[in-house]
């Protein structure tokens, strides 16, 4: 394959390239020069996948046991147990058909495929897919739960602006409510 490369740009002499030792050092210098670009790349790709490239995650693995709270800056896969409370605002958790989960859940994305007990906070999205389960309340801006998932919970479907109208909305609602109960007792 090398030869090939360094034949149109030595395709005037191309007999002699091959027998003289001249194109002998030049394969190792272009190896040699090849090898390192590869191994310099390397290091500099992966730090530009971790920022740029949102398929990148973490996982935690079918046999691994968390009990506490996970946090962190990047998206995460789960298709062991986790216990107590999962914070990665700004990115994707997904629960795996192995995974089990008791945990509150607040991140960009939350993808169920396995069990989960607990609320979820999505900044952006939830799924429940057909093969999930989810006991616990939902607060997202969109929510898909495809046929033959389990949900049993309350759903709150708030816009991206409107979060802090709508807890106002809220209070402003409660407050004329306990204040009628108030005067009629």
């Not at 693995?61 to 709270?69: M, T």
């Not at 795996?96 to 994305?109: C, D, H, L, P, S």
């Not at 801006?141 to 809220?170: C, H, L, T």
Request: with cysteine.
């Amino acid at each position: 394959m090398y030869r090939k490369m360094w034949k149109p740009a030595n395709s005037p002499s191309p007999t002699p390239n091959p027998k003289p030792t001249v194109s002998e050092p030049e394969k190792p210098v272009i190896n040699t020069s090849s090898s390192t670009l590869s191994t310099e790349p390397a290091p500099v790709a992966a730090p530009r996948n971790a920022i740029i490239n949102s398929q990148e995650q973490a996982t935690i693995g079918k046999s691994l046991v968390i009990k506490g709270e996970v946090t962190g800056s990047e998206a995460l896969y789960i298709d062991g147990r986790v216990e107590g409370a999962i914070n990665l605002q700004g990115h994707r958790v997904t629960v795996g058909r192995n995974g089990q989960v008791q945990a509150n859940i607040t991140a960009k994305e939350v993808v169920i495929l396995g069990k989960v007990k607990g609320n979820i906070v999505a900044s952006d999205r939830a799924d429940i897919r057909n093969e999930g389960s989810l006991t616990g309340d939902v607060t997202c801006q969109r929510i898909s739960i495809e046929d033959g998932a389990y949900f049993k919970g309350g759903i709150d479907i708030r816009k991206a602006g409107m979060k802090d109208m709508n807890g106002a909305a809220k209070a402003e609602q409660v407050l004329p409510a306990e204040a009628h109960a108030a005067a009629s007792a």
